[in-house]
């Protein structure tokens, strides 16, 4: 092992005395340059970044993988640089296990039967999630990683630079400030001999008259300062450049959180149009097998943004409405409410009032009508109108 114990020493030196430095600037008791306030503005502005690219990226982490112990498989096996293996979603193994007690109950009975619908569409659910991860972590995480593990690496390895230099920097000013004041003192107590211990070496000949001395010590520290000073401008430069890309970055993790949304979008709308399918399915099945059917015929098909897709699936059934003659509902004596009309509604049939967003209208409550539903009144309109497009007001 080649340790050099005269080059260890002498960086334990240069750490010590930088260390005693910035405590004294810490404390007031020594100068310290100053940065400009765009140089300020810049790192505040990286430091920002960093701090918050982190959080988002470790709730990110949680969100698509909430179990700690998946997660940290995965980070060794990325430390190894070997492949995770493949992992099956919740939804893959429930439809899985569902699958299997189909068999054992018996394919041809309704519990059987209704097994595989929903475990079917339990793994295409989880394989939607997978496909949804796999995306994600690509366009979203990998990027978000790559800025924390590459850029801000090279930005903190180039301030830590940059602070070093400035210490540096200072220590040559405040060795140049001493020189000049020993030198005016010199100049005025004549031939004094100086101290050199800690500006000349021991072996110095103490031949020529301290006034001289002191200027070539003076010479001396301003050549310093000069070689300190264009090393920290040119390093202030460096760093500056590398700050000034944090805009950069920004635009790239825009265009990555706008592929993340897209990926979510896409993968919910899979999930919605699943379950549509689903309820379709189950929807066919007689009322004495499943109970409060599902059925789903009596839902507009409309997108998952549309706010009439989370309409209650217990609406009143045909029969229902059949019975329900608007032109015979009469307000209650209790009085009526005024609404404010949230969304756009188009009426399904001749019963239902049809809204635009944000007018107003007469709301009242009959018996026998389903709570998620109540009769609007227009002018000379009426009809059923749903509560879920409404804001009632006092």
């Given at each position: 092992m080649d340790f050099n114990v005269r080059k260890f020493a002498t960086d334990a030196g240069i750490f010590f005395s930088r260390a005693?430095?910035?405590?004294?600037?810490?404390?007031?008791?020594?100068?310290?340059?100053e940065l400009d306030a765009h140089f300020e503005n810049l790192l505040s502005r990286a430091d920002c970044t960093k701090n918050w690219t982190e959080k988002i990226y470790r709730q990110t982490e949680v969100v698509l993988q909430p179990n700690p112990g998946a997660r940290i498989e995965e980070f060794l096996y990325e430390k190894l640089d070997r492949k995770v293996p493949p992992r099956p979603t919740n939804g893959e193994i429930l439809g899985q296990f569902m699958l299997e007690a189909a068999k054992e109950f018996g394919a041809e009975t309704p519990y059987g039967s209704t097994l595989i619908k929903v475990g079917d569409c339990q793994r295409r659910l989880g394989g939607a999630e997978r496909e949804f991860l796999q995306t994600s972590s690509i366009s979203f995480l990998t990027p978000l990683r790559n800025f924390l593990e590459g850029d801000w690496r090279t930005i903190s390895r180039e301030r830590k630079l940059l602070e070093n230099l400035r210490l540096d920097l200072d220590a040559c000013k405040a060795r140049l400030k001493k020189a000049k004041a020993a030198e005016t003192k010199a100049a005025c107590e004549g031939e004094a001999v100086p101290d050199f211990q800690e500006t000349r070496p021991r072996n110095y000949v103490l031949s020529a008259s301290a006034s001289a001395l002191w200027n070539e010590e003076l010479d001396k520290a301003e050549h310093e300062l000069r070689v300190a000073q264009t090393e920290f401008d040119r390093q202030a430069e460096v760093t500056r450049l590398l700050l000034e890309?944090?805009?950069?970055?920004?635009?790239?993790?825009?265009?990555?959180?706008?592929e993340f949304v897209e990926a979510q979008a896409m993968y919910?709308?899979?999930?919605?149009?699943?379950?549509?399918?689903?309820?379709?399915?189950?929807?066919?099945?007689?009322?004495d097998i499943c109970p409060g059917s599902l059925d789903v015929n009596c839902l507009p098909d409309r997108s998952p943004?549309?706010?009439?897709?989370?309409?209650?699936?217990?609406?009143?059934?045909?029969?229902?409405?059949?019975?329900?003659?608007?032109?015979?509902?009469?307000?209650p004596a209790s009085g009526t409410r005024k609404a404010k009309v949230l969304y756009d509604y188009d009426a399904a049939d001749s019963i239902e009032l049809s809204l635009r967003a944000d007018e107003l209208i007469t709301v009242y409550t009959v018996p026998g009508i389903d709570s998620d539903w109540l009769i609007g009144e227009r002018g000379n309109q009426k009809g059923r109108v749903?509560?879920?497009y409404l804001e009632l007001l006092s």
């Amino acid at each position: 092992m080649d340790f050099n114990v005269r080059k260890f020493a002498t960086d334990a030196g240069i750490f010590f005395s930088r260390a005693v430095q910035f405590t004294e600037e810490k404390l007031g008791q020594a100068e310290k340059t100053e940065l400009d306030a765009h140089f300020e503005n810049l790192l505040s502005r990286a430091d920002c970044t960093k701090n918050w690219t982190e959080k988002i990226y470790r709730q990110t982490e949680v969100v698509l993988q909430p179990n700690p112990g998946a997660r940290i498989e995965e980070f060794l096996y990325e430390k190894l640089d070997r492949k995770v293996p493949p992992r099956p979603t919740n939804g893959e193994i429930l439809g899985q296990f569902m699958l299997e007690a189909a068999k054992e109950f018996g394919a041809e009975t309704p519990y059987g039967s209704t097994l595989i619908k929903v475990g079917d569409c339990q793994r295409r659910l989880g394989g939607a999630e997978r496909e949804f991860l796999q995306t994600s972590s690509i366009s979203f995480l990998t990027p978000l990683r790559n800025f924390l593990e590459g850029d801000w690496r090279t930005i903190s390895r180039e301030r830590k630079l940059l602070e070093n230099l400035r210490l540096d920097l200072d220590a040559c000013k405040a060795r140049l400030k001493k020189a000049k004041a020993a030198e005016t003192k010199a100049a005025c107590e004549g031939e004094a001999v100086p101290d050199f211990q800690e500006t000349r070496p021991r072996n110095y000949v103490l031949s020529a008259s301290a006034s001289a001395l002191w200027n070539e010590e003076l010479d001396k520290a301003e050549h310093e300062l000069r070689v300190a000073q264009t090393e920290f401008d040119r390093q202030a430069e460096v760093t500056r450049l590398l700050l000034e890309g944090i805009s950069s970055t920004h635009v790239n993790h825009l265009r990555c959180l706008c592929e993340f949304v897209e990926a979510q979008a896409m993968y919910y709308s899979q999930c919605h149009k699943y379950m549509l399918e689903l309820q379709r399915e189950l929807g066919s099945c007689s009322g004495d097998i499943c109970p409060g059917s599902l059925d789903v015929n009596c839902l507009p098909d409309r997108s998952p943004t549309d706010p009439s897709a989370f309409l209650p699936l217990n609406s009143s059934s045909p029969l229902e409405r059949d019975a329900l003659q608007i032109e015979e509902v009469q307000p209650p004596a209790s009085g009526t409410r005024k609404a404010k009309v949230l969304y756009d509604y188009d009426a399904a049939d001749s019963i239902e009032l049809s809204l635009r967003a944000d007018e107003l209208i007469t709301v009242y409550t009959v018996p026998g009508i389903d709570s998620d539903w109540l009769i609007g009144e227009r002018g000379n309109q009426k009809g059923r109108v749903p509560v879920t497009y409404l804001e009632l007001l006092s």
